[in-house]
C-alpha cells in the first residue's frame, strides 16, 4: 500500500485549524487516521475565549454560562465521581464546571466568572446544544 502524503498532510491541517486531537479518514479500503497530544492549558484558554461570549447576564444579576458546543454534558470526570459544581458552591474564574463530550473528545467548561453557583441547569448525560446555559452564578 502506498501512503498518501497529501492527504496525511490535510488531515494534520485539520487538526490544528478546528483544534481536534484526532481525526480519521477512510476511502475504499484505505484508511488514515491522525492523532495529536493537545496541551490541556492550550485548549482550556481557547475554550476561555469561546465561552466568554457564551455568558447571558440575567435581571436577577446572575449569570448563566452557556455550553460552547453541541454535545452530552457531564457533571463529573468519570462515573461515580463526585461533581465538578454543585448548587450552592463558591467556584473561581477558570474553574471546570462540567464536560461537554462532542466526538468522543472530552472538552472541559470552564467557568468565565467567580461567584456563587445559584443553579446547575442541566443533569448529567444531558444533550445540549451550543449557547444553551449550563449554569447559573450569582
Known sequence: MKINKKIIEELVDYLKEFNLSEIEYAEGTSKVKVSRLINNLTVASSENDKIK????????????V??????TAYL???????????EGQKIKKGQTIMIVEAMKTMNHVPSTQEGTV????????????????LISIK
Open 53 to 64: 461570549s457564551n455568558v447571558e447576564i440575567i435581571s436577577d444579576n446572575t449569570l448563566k
Open 76 to 86: 463529573a470526570p468519570e462515573p461515580g465521581a463526585k461533581n465538578f459544581v454543585k
Open 118 to 133: 445559584s443553579k446547575v441547569l442541566v443533569k448529567d448525560g444531558d444533550p445540549v446544544e451550543f449557547g444553551q446555559p
Open 66 to 71: 452557556t455550553s460552547p458546543i453541541v454535545g
